[in-house]
């Protein structure tokens, strides 16, 4: 079984409120966890947010995300304008990622405006799940089960099928 020793954290702004999302979430991070090490870290939403404007906020979450990294951080941010894989083109990506990260890979979800120029600054690639849109509760369940479909492919399971 193709076990590494690299960290993979889902980094998330806000928690996932809706139970069939957070049911799923669950089930696919049990499962990721027989091939690596991974956790999903929630930063607090903020609060009072009707008196800030919408760069205002994104700075206030970018302090907030800047806080929760750690030096030898690789940062992938999930975003729109990232680039786009096929599913096994990701479990390539995976498995170079295994090869060259020390420390922690950190996947980034931001809040509901995007992520400021700051993250941007420190994010080393960009990946975007679809051209379509989707909630932020959702992009999560979706992450983590290809995450884990990731994982199968690497290990040759039945999970996967092309």
């Given at each position: 079984m193709y076990f590494c020793s690299m960290k993979v954290t889902l980094?998330?702004?806000?928690?996932?409120?809706?139970k069939h999302y957070i049911t799923g979430i669950e089930?696919?991070?049990?499962?990721?966890?027989?091939y690596l090490g991974f956790n999903l870290e929630v930063i607090p939403e903020l609060k009072n947010t009707k008196n800030l404007s919408e760069s205002q906020q994104k700075e206030k979450e970018a302090d907030l995300i800047l806080k929760a990294l750690q030096p030898g951080d690789v940062v992938v941010l999930?975003?729109?304008?990232g680039k786009e894989f096929?599913?096994?083109?990701?479990?390539?990506?995976?498995?170079?990622k295994m090869n060259t990260v020390n420390k922690r890979l950190v996947f980034i979800v931001g809040g509901p405006y995007g992520f400021s120029q700051r993250i941007y600054d420190v994010a080393k690639e960009k990946i975007s799940l679809s051209k379509m849109t989707f909630s932020h509760q959702m992009i999560r369940l979706i992450f983590v089960e290809q995450i884990y479909r990731a994982m199968?492919?690497?290990?040759?399971g039945p999970y996967h099928h092309e």
């Open positions: 980094l998330v702004v806000g928690k996932t409120v809706e089930d696919y991070v049990g499962r990721i966890q027989h999930l975003d729109e304008h096929r599913s096994i083109e990701f479990a390539d990506w995976m498995k170079n199968t492919i690497l290990n040759g």
